[in-house]
């Protein structure tokens, strides 16, 4: 089983909005990708400049470092295959396979170098056909150069473990043990070198295939709206526009829409949840969600835990709010697409880029020079990618690349409340990335659950800087309901989702799920969290078809839920004793996957294992949301 920090395998950071300058580079095709002016009062948003990467998808930069790959990888299997045991239990073993690691870890910030510019250039422009080409072959030139690792971590995984710690007590050896020690808690899921090799092979035509066209589907969809054939993230996005009549006509058009595609989503969904059946059930693992928890290093009894705790609290939280909602609307209910509708005494005008960019830089800033001077560098450099483009990825993304680059992140933004959050969100995850990159490609990535605690910490000091900048009752309480909303996404909707995945994993193991079956599950767990004051009316069983997370990421969406909790019991600590915070959080940042997140939480005081822990970051939304209430 391929190491979790596998460069090979590693994904952007999404955010949950999926719902939701040097010289000008040349762009990373030839073909035009360049967006539109944006409005006025939004200005001139940035594209990222993937040169940083390769200079362009036909620069011989890309064909010379895949060539380089396989050949690196080819020499890597004749050098090391079948001797690792014997080395390490040699006397000098450590010092032999300390030079194997590092070579090891060289390859794999190569293939990650080429597999970002390519991911990176496809999120950028899914439907250009030489990109997506271009993204196709690069993802099958890395998997079949890279089938000549497999073998490194299996031998690995099968010395003895006395022999190992023998080795590691060289320091050349023991600077890895956080990797060498994460890798061997997948000993027990691996299975014999060939069907590994199997599996990973075929990858790129099952797992791999299906993700590509989902993702195409995705990007290729137009929903009609006043006469408009709009993509899914503007269409997405009029959801949240004042003009109640508006979110209708959205609605109807993204329900009309999915509703004609979805064979297609039934049969991508079907066809996943299988294939991670057949893989878990080789593999061993005896929850459905195992998989995802070992890939977090969290424990299951700690998932299941904070999944009791929320479902628990819906209707002190979810259901509590959108009934005081409603009232605002001077409804007794609302309809599912007015669910995240503005509120009528929240501010009408649009947040330009430049002041989102100032409010960011000045709330990080205020916590630490180190990470305001970290962000700013997203900006400067061009590590960002604004514009909503015909084509482009939905939603938000920050990814970590490889170490010897950067991260860049993703947005749509669209000068609403929510995408300057998002933006903060981003960001946090950027920040990480950064401070992490110095631990290496295979000790840099970061488990889900404590890469969303970054970054919805970066939203928590945004917002709190936006709080004490409120200049009457009005503009305080048109914040706090746009905060409880994002927390209830964030917290309460993420393990819905995670219910919802659930059932339909659950369910797939005796046979094919019709997309009328996933809708009727999808309208049960979204009834159970939402409450009475939300109307389900007919369109809404197919939205369960554009979320990614249940197609990239099966079962990723807990770790948002996981990070906002977190965070709350985080700040809080951060509030009662600021002194010295800002280097331990840091610090916190900077050790990137070297460290089990219950180690890292011990300098705060913090344990997740503790059942009233999840109560206690649940407090937060419920005491914002009866301050609300205090405000009428």
């Known amino acids: 089983m391929a190491p979790r920090s596998s460069a090979l395998r590693k994904s952007p950071a999404k955010s949950k909005s999926a719902a939701k300058p040097a010289s000008k580079a040349k762009p990373a095709s030839k073909t035009k990708t360049s967006a539109k002016t944006a409005a006025p009062k939004i200005g001139k948003l940035p594209e990222w400049n993937l040169a940083d990467l390769y200079p362009a998808i036909d620069a011989p930069e890309v064909a010379r470092d895949l060539d380089r790959l396989d050949a690196d990888c080819a020499s890597f299997e004749a050098a090391y295959k079948g001797k690792i045991a014997e080395e390490v239990a040699r006397p000098n073993g450590g010092a032999w396979l300390a030079e194997a690691v590092k ?10 170098r080429l597999a970002s510019f390519a991911g990176l250039a496809h999120a950028g422009n899914t439907v250009d056909p030489a990109i997506s080409k271009f993204y196709g072959d690069v993802s099958e030139r890395i998997t079949a150069a890279s089938t000549h690792l497999l073998f490194f971590a299996l031998e690995l995984n099968r010395v003895d473990d006395a022999v190992i710690e023998t080795a590691m007590e060289i320091p050349a050896l023991g600077h890895y043990r956080p990797w060498i020690e994460d890798l061997r808690k997948d000993k027990p899921y691996q299975l014999e070198d060939r069907i590994e090799q199997l599996f990973h092979e075929k990858s790129q035509t099952t797992y791999g295939a299906w993700n590509r066209q989902f993702d195409q589907t995705i990007s290729a969809l137009r929903f009609k709206v006043g006469g408009k054939e709009l993509a899914i993230e503007p269409t997405l996005t009029l959801l949240q526009d004042r003009a109640p009549e508006k979110r209708k006509a959205a609605a109807q058009a993204l329900a009309k829409t999915f509703k004609a595609n979805e064979r297609t989503f039934a049969l991508i969904t079907n066809t996943l949840a299988k294939d991670k059946e057949i893989s878990d059930r080789w593999r061993g693992f005896q929850d459905i969600a195992d998989s995802r928890h070992l890939n977090n290093r969290v424990e299951r009894e700690v998932v299941d835990a904070l999944v009791a705790s929320v479902r628990a609290a819906y209707p002190r939280l979810s259901h509590r709010y959108y009934k005081m909602k409603a009232r605002w609307f001077k409804k007794k209910s609302l309809p599912f697409w007015d669910r995240n509708a503005p509120l009528p005494f929240a501010a009408k005008s649009q947040i330009g880029w430049g002041d989102a960019k100032t409010t960011i830089l000045k709330a990080y800033g205020d916590f630490s020079p180190q990470m ?4 700013e ?3 400067t450099d061009r ?3 604004a514009p909503v483009r015909p084509g482009k990825a939905p939603g938000a993304f920050s990814h970590p690349t490889t170490p010897s680059a950067h991260p860049y992140v993703l947005m749509n933004y669209q000068g609403k409340p929510r995408d300057v959050m998002t933006l903060a969100h981003e960001l946090g995850h950027g920040v990480h990335q950064v401070l992490a990159a110095r631990q290496g490609a295979l000790m840099a990535p970061t488990p889900l659950t404590l890469a969303e605690t970054a970054s919805v910490f970066g939203e928590m000091l945004t917002f709190k800087r ?6 009457n009752a009005k503009e305080r309480q048109a914040l706090l309901a746009g905060k409880v909303e994002d927390m209830i996404n964030t917290v309460v909707r993420q393990i819905a989702f995670y219910s919802f995945e659930r059932a339909v994993h659950t369910e797939r193991r005796n046979g094919e799920l ?10 049960s767990v979204q009834s159970e969290s939402l409450g009475p004051a939300i109307e389900i009316k007919p369109g809404y069983e197919t939205y369960w078809m554009y979320i990614p997370h249940f197609i990239h990421s099966p079962f990723y969406v807990y770790a948002y839920a996981f990070g906002d ?3 709350n019991s985080l700040y809080a600590v951060y509030e009662n004793a600021s002194e010295g915070f800002a280097d ?6 900077s050790a990137g996957g070297t460290k089990h997140y219950s180690e890292l939480l011990q300098p705060f005081g913090l344990d997740a294992k503790d059942p009233k822990f999840w109560d206690g970051g649940l407090s937060v939304i419920e005491n914002l949301i009866a301050e609300l209430e205090a405000m009428g």
Do not use: K, N
């Open 383 to 385: 590590w960002i990618d």
């Open 466 to 471: 936006l709080l004490a900048q409120t200049r």
């Open 103 to 112: 070579s090891y870890e060289a390859i794999d910030d190569l293939a990650g």
């Open 514 to 523: 019709t997309a009328q079956r996933i809708g009727e599950i999808w309208l």
């Open 584 to 589: 331990r959080y840091l610090a916190m940042l």
């Open 565 to 567: 909790c977190l965070v």
């Open 372 to 375: 305001a001077s970290i962000a």
């Open 377 to 379: 560098q997203f900006f």
